[in-house]
């Protein structure tokens, strides 16, 4: 069992520029999560998948976020137009269904300047 | 909305005493919660968990207590190790998929 792993694990973009973040979750979890941290605060909840399925969005995920997870395996998190206010740590975690605790990745840390 | 709090952003203690960690939520329907380690520039790690139904779970040197009436829960460690030495973050879920995260609070065991 290799864990959750993300990429990149730093990332540094300009403003306006669109990024890309992937998710690899442990291999039998059919449930997939993205955070985002920003300092001093605890992760907040963005989105989540059963499967393939995108079942929830928060309200934190503008219409520049979007999420896919095309084959209910790995998933991406693309921002587009990048601001300054979207730097942060993003987290990815995953779970069995059913299954309350999940388990995270590294996290991408993302500087917009 | 905060809606699970840790109100101690620091806690400092001393090599084999005890770190006691404590989490306030004001969600009613939480009914499981979960206690996270994290080390700079690493996930969060898994800890310990406990659902609303018991009032204590015990795993190696953590404990964590819940008292679901006063709607507060608290991690203790005994005996502190240097390696504790981290952010503790406290979760909640109502549901069995969105946690709930606190603030976290800095842990830092003094030899």
């Known amino acids: 069992d290799t864990g959750v792993s993300q990429d990149p694990r730093h990332k540094i973009t300009k403003r306006g520029q669109n990024v890309t973040f992937r998710c690899d979750p442990i291999?039998?979890?059919?449930?997939l999560y993205w955070y985002r941290q920003t300092l001093g605060q605890g992760p907040e909840f963005l989105t989540y998948?059963?499967?393939?399925?995108?079942?929830?969005k928060s309200r934190l995920l503008s219409d520049r976020f979007s999420a896919e997870r095309p084959k209910g395996s790995f998933s991406t998190l693309e921002i587009q137009r990048t601001e300054q206010g979207d730097s942060a740590m993003y987290l990815c975690?995953?779970?069995?269904?059913?299954?309350?605790?999940?388990?995270f990745g590294p996290g991408t840390r993302l500087l917009v300047l | 909305d905060q809606q699970v709090k840790q109100n101690s952003p620091s806690l400092s203690v001393q090599e084999g005493r005890i770190s006691i960690l404590n989490c306030d939520y004001t969600?009613?329907?939480?009914?499981?919660f979960l206690w996270y380690k994290k080390y700079p520039a690493e996930g969060p790690t898994f800890l310990i968990s406990?659902?609303?139904?018991?009032d204590k779970n015990e795993d190696g040197r953590f404990t964590v207590f819940l008292n679901k009436s006063a709607k507060h829960l608290s991690l203790h460690i005994v005996p502190s190790q240097p390696g504790d030495s981290a952010v503790y973050f406290c979760?909640?879920?109502?549901?069995?998929?969105?946690?709930?995260f606190g603030a976290g609070t800095t842990v830092t065991v003094r030899a």
């Open positions: 975690a995953s779970s069995s269904g059913g299954v309350v605790t999940q388990y």
């Open positions: 291999s039998e979890h059919n449930r």
């Open positions: 998948f059963q499967n393939e399925a995108q079942l929830e």
């Open positions: 969600n009613s329907m939480f009914d499981y």
């Open positions: 406990i659902s609303s139904i018991k």
């Open positions: 979760a909640a879920s109502s549901n069995d998929y969105k946690l709930s």
